[in-house]
């Protein structure tokens, strides 16, 4: 989901991010490497962890399965963030807002994984809501009219995921709100007030 909304705003609304003086090239390089770091390595890592035994199972059903998983994925995502944030000085002084979504995606998952510690979440309404409320913030405080069908796209796609998640009996009703509450909540939040 990080590669999914980066991948949008690099492209529909690259202004924003202060990479529209970039070229297409440079932004598919960096999307590579916000899906690597967020999406490939991560889902290695799990993969390792389910190999060597310290998880039963890849879908992380069981709460306890959750908790090294997320906290894992909590750390490469902070590479990321830290990565965008300091290590490319010419791009991170000309489009810090990369590593503030990245930041506020970092946080998000690490508090699924504290939230993991005593109650199943859904970490996918809250990916999902994540993207909900970069977009809509977006709309609603730059006036990306442009990005209105990508928005009414994340709303379908959110009633598929979490009816998706709710008929294989992966959630129940309240871990999906909690999950979508949070994801929205805290991307609105930083868009609002520090993109």
Do not use: C
């Amino acid at each position: 989901m990080p590669t999914f909304l980066l991948g949008l705003l690099f492209f529909a609304a690259p202004d924003v991010l202060g990479i529209d003086v970039l070229a297409p090239a440079v932004r598919i390089t960096l999307l590579g490497f916000v899906s690597m770091t967020t999406f490939v390595i991560p889902s290695l890592g799990i993969y390792y962890l389910y190999r060597a035994k310290y998880i039963k199972s890849l879908h992380l059903d069981d709460l306890a399965d959750r908790r090294l998983p997320y906290f894992l994925s909590t750390l490469f995502y902070a590479f990321a963030t830290y990565f965008f944030s300091f290590s490319l000085p010419p791009l991170s002084e000309i489009a810090p807002e990369i590593g503030i979504v990245l930041g506020s995606i970092t946080v998000s998952i690490g508090m699924v994984g504290l939230i993991s510690l005593y109650w199943k979440i859904s970490a996918h309404s809250v990916g999902i809501g994540g993207m909900l409320g970069a977009v809509l913030g977006i709309i609603v405080k730059f006036g990306h009219t442009n990005l209105m069908y990508s928005f009414i796209a994340l709303i379908l796609m959110t009633g598929f995921l979490i009816s998706a998640r709710l008929k294989l009996n992966a959630h129940t009703p309240a871990q999906v709100a909690a999950g979508l509450f949070l994801g929205v909540s805290i991307s609105l939040v930083t868009v609002w007030w520090f993109v």
